[in-house]
């Protein structure tokens, strides 16, 4: 709980969803734009709002010269009026960050936004993150024996992997030595 998406560890006793959430994070950080206005909202270094990315992951070797304490800082701390005031940690590859804010343009009395690029609206989708991840391919001559208005989810997908030759049959559950039943 006391972490961010970008930073946490997969937990060994996770669901399969959240694994494959956290497998891909690395390139859902991608199709977002953060876009700062107060930096109120957020995380100074759990969020990919730098060109950069996430600056927490950067650097983990150095995590512990950034107290516990500041790990939950919003960019709000590092803004003072209209200028970027960064903190004054003295690390070599922190530098780095700083110099950059000057290219990070903020949005003026306003808050925080995150824009979903894939999206011509700017909101995450179901849809717009299935088309953003996915591995498109040639629809099959027989896509709509299969999917079509009225049709049963469940046999669809059976007949799907039927027709795929991917239905883990007892036939191909021996051939791939999972038993010995034959």
Not at 8 to 31: Q, V
Not at 33 to 57: A, F, Q, Y
Not at 127 to 132: H, I, P, T
Request: hydrophobic fraction near 35%; glycine fraction near 4%.
């Amino acid at each position: 709980k006391k972490d961010s998406i970008w930073t946490m560890k997969t937990p060994h006793s996770c669901s399969w969803a959240t694994c494959s959430i956290l497998k891909i994070r690395g390139e859902a950080s991608k199709l977002i734009t953060h876009l700062i206005g107060n930096g109120s909202s957020t995380h100074l270094w759990l969020e990919p709002w730098h060109p950069r990315g996430v600056i927490w992951n950067s650097f983990t070797w150095a995590t512990p010269l950034i107290t516990m304490d500041c790990k939950f800082d919003k960019v709000s701390n590092i803004i003072h009026g209209e200028q970027w005031r960064p903190p004054d940690i003295t690390l070599p590859c922190l530098s780095i960050f700083w110099q950059e804010l000057h290219s990070i343009t903020r949005l003026k009395n306003q808050q925080d936004r995150i824009i979903w690029r894939p999206s011509p609206s700017g909101n995450l989708t179901t849809k717009s993150a299935w088309n953003a991840i996915r591995t498109r391919q040639e629809r099959v001559h027989w896509y709509n024996l299969i999917w079509f208005k009225g049709l049963v989810p469940r046999y669809s997908v059976i007949a799907w992997l039927a027709l795929r030759e991917a239905l883990q049959t007892k036939d191909k559950l021996c051939e791939y030595g999972v038993t010995n039943d034959g």
